[in-house]
């Protein structure tokens, strides 16, 4: 389960205070699957990583009894003058898993060759979220967070990450942003919206949907 206790966070900019998150409590209860809903700048990605635990909230906690991804296909978090072998190394020992599968998962999933061994800042940008999207699915994770990325590159390699996400599904979470509606539908089994710094939950996703599409007209 994850857990957001009185959740305030907010932002400074120009000498003013923007609220994301105006003393909001939510539950992502385990064995379910949520979307979080909002138009642009409602606080979509800024609530997914305060979840991810790669912001930190002004005031209120969140507290998590599973093991929550960082958000799919996200490569910030990869240093730059390390190779891609290293970054994925080190990731792998970070979360307990094996470093030397972890290396041949992505190597034969994310298809950069010898870029394998070359800096990661010298990485193109489809080449940099195959090894990041492909070191996601080599950590094994109870919830995963999907911030409008299901797959990536090209057909051929967009069908092998959806093969391989929906092996994860069979026994992992998801709480997701998207803009797609029918794979909102397609993944989530509740929604949150977000709105003017409040959450609204919703039980059943169509009404979910009816009021995100009621917010953007």
Same mark, same amino acid.
């Given at each position: +389960? &994850? !857990? ?23 539950? /992502?209860? @385990?064995?379910?699957?949520? @979307? &979080?809903?909002?138009?642009? *700048? ?8 305060? &979840? ?20 799919? *296909?996200? *490569? @910030? ?8 072998? !290293?970054?994925?190394? /080190? ?15 992505? $190597?034969?999933?994310? $298809? ?14 489809? +080449?940099? @979220?195959?090894?990041?999207? *492909?070191?996601? +699915?080599?950590?094994?994770?109870? %919830? ?16 092998? %990450?959806? !093969? ?16 797609? +509606?029918?794979?909102?539908? !397609?993944?989530?089994?509740?929604? &949150? ?7 609204? $939950? ?16």
């Amino acid at each position: +389960m &994850i !857990e957001l206790d009185n959740v305030l966070k907010f932002y400074r900019t120009k000498g003013q205070k923007k609220i994301i998150l105006n003393h909001v409590s939510l539950k /992502f209860s @385990a064995g379910t699957s949520y @979307a &979080i809903l909002g138009i642009n *700048g409602a606080g979509k990605s800024t609530t997914m990583r305060l &979840i991810a635990g790669t912001e930190l909230p002004n005031s209120g906690r969140i507290k998590r009894s599973t093991r929550v991804s960082w958000p799919l *296909g996200f *490569g @910030a978090g990869l240093h730059g003058a390390m190779t891609g072998r !290293e970054n994925i190394q /080190f990731v792998a020992r970070l979360y307990g898993q094996d470093p030397r599968r972890a290396v041949e998962f992505v $190597e034969d999933f994310a $298809e950069v060759g010898a870029y394998i061994d070359e800096p990661y800042r010298t990485y193109s940008s489809g +080449m940099a @979220a195959r090894l990041a999207f *492909g070191l996601s +699915m080599a950590i094994d994770f109870e %919830c995963y967070l999907i911030d409008e990325v299901t797959a990536v590159g090209d057909a051929r390699f967009a069908a092998r %990450c959806h !093969e391989e996400f929906a092996k994860r599904r069979d026994r992992a979470d998801v709480i997701m942003i998207s803009h797609s +509606m029918e794979t909102v539908r !397609e993944y989530c089994k509740r929604a &949150i919206v977000l709105a003017h710094g409040l959450a609204y $939950e919703f039980t059943d996703v169509d009404d979910a949907v009816e009021l995100y599409k009621k917010l953007n007209r």
